[in-house]
């Protein structure tokens, strides 16, 4: 029985993750500083896997006030941004790029509303912050900017393109 399972897994599934991996949707994912001071790295990363997300990329990087003024640019005019911008780069950040079906709004609803005291409980700003600033995360907001934040902070070679053997038990064939 068991090994008929692996069988159809091997045929049918394993194809599907082949044909689909380059079309999977992917996220930029920031764990702000507040996130590393606070010793959440585990916590989110531990619920990314848990949820079933791909990680593609990983690194930690020091953000710059040039990087902050471009990828926040829509906040830029703010009274708020040079705050935003100093606890930005209070530490060093983990940049990540996640994979999976619907990533982008599977991943904005898993971090929660912008203020922490707003989030719902059990997403992770509603499980994690008090802050309408520190909120321990960015999300990319949409499919278009989820591309353009993540060539911002990633060069070519540095998001692979594996598919993790786990990948036929976390989605149906058919959802592939
Ligand atoms: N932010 C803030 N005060 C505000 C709104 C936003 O300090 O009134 C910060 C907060 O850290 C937020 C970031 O600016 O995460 C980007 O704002 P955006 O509106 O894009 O929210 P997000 O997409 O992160 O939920
Ligand atoms: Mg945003």
Same mark, same amino acid.
């Given at each position: 029985m068991f090994g008929r399972y692996c069988i159809n897994f091997d045929t049918s599934v394993k194809t599907n993750i082949k044909n689909c991996k380059q079309f999977m949707e992917r996220t930029l994912v920031i764990l702000k500083p507040s996130c590393i001071e606070r010793n959440l790295i585990g916590e989110v990363i531990g619920r990314i896997e848990k949820r079933g997300l791909v990680i593609a990329? %990983?690194? %930690?990087?020091? +953000?710059?006030?040039?990087?902050?003024?471009?990828?926040?640019?829509h906040l830029v005019d703010k009274p708020f941004f040079p705050q935003l911008a100093k606890s930005m780069m209070a530490c060093p950040v983990i940049v990540m790029c996640l994979k999976g079906v619907d990533v982008v709004r599977v991943f904005r609803e898993m971090t929660g509303v912008t203020n922490?005291?707003?989030?719902?409980?059990?997403? +992770?700003r509603g499980d994690f912050c008090m802050s309408?600033?520190?909120?321990?995360?960015?999300?990319?907001?949409?499919?278009?900017?989820?591309?353009?934040e993540l060539a911002r902070f990633f060069k070519p070679g540095e998001i692979f393109d594996y598919a993790p053997a786990t990948l036929g038990f976390i989605y149906e064939t058919d959802e592939l």
């Amino acid at each position: 029985m068991f090994g008929r399972y692996c069988i159809n897994f091997d045929t049918s599934v394993k194809t599907n993750i082949k044909n689909c991996k380059q079309f999977m949707e992917r996220t930029l994912v920031i764990l702000k500083p507040s996130c590393i001071e606070r010793n959440l790295i585990g916590e989110v990363i531990g619920r990314i896997e848990k949820r079933g997300l791909v990680i593609a990329g %990983m690194k %930690m990087i020091q +953000l710059d006030e040039a990087v902050l003024r471009e990828h926040y640019s829509h906040l830029v005019d703010k009274p708020f941004f040079p705050q935003l911008a100093k606890s930005m780069m209070a530490c060093p950040v983990i940049v990540m790029c996640l994979k999976g079906v619907d990533v982008v709004r599977v991943f904005r609803e898993m971090t929660g509303v912008t203020n922490g005291r707003k989030a719902a409980p059990g997403t +992770l700003r509603g499980d994690f912050c008090m802050s309408g600033s520190l909120n321990i995360i960015h999300a990319s907001d949409s499919v278009e900017n989820a591309e353009i934040e993540l060539a911002r902070f990633f060069k070519p070679g540095e998001i692979f393109d594996y598919a993790p053997a786990t990948l036929g038990f976390i989605y149906e064939t058919d959802e592939l």
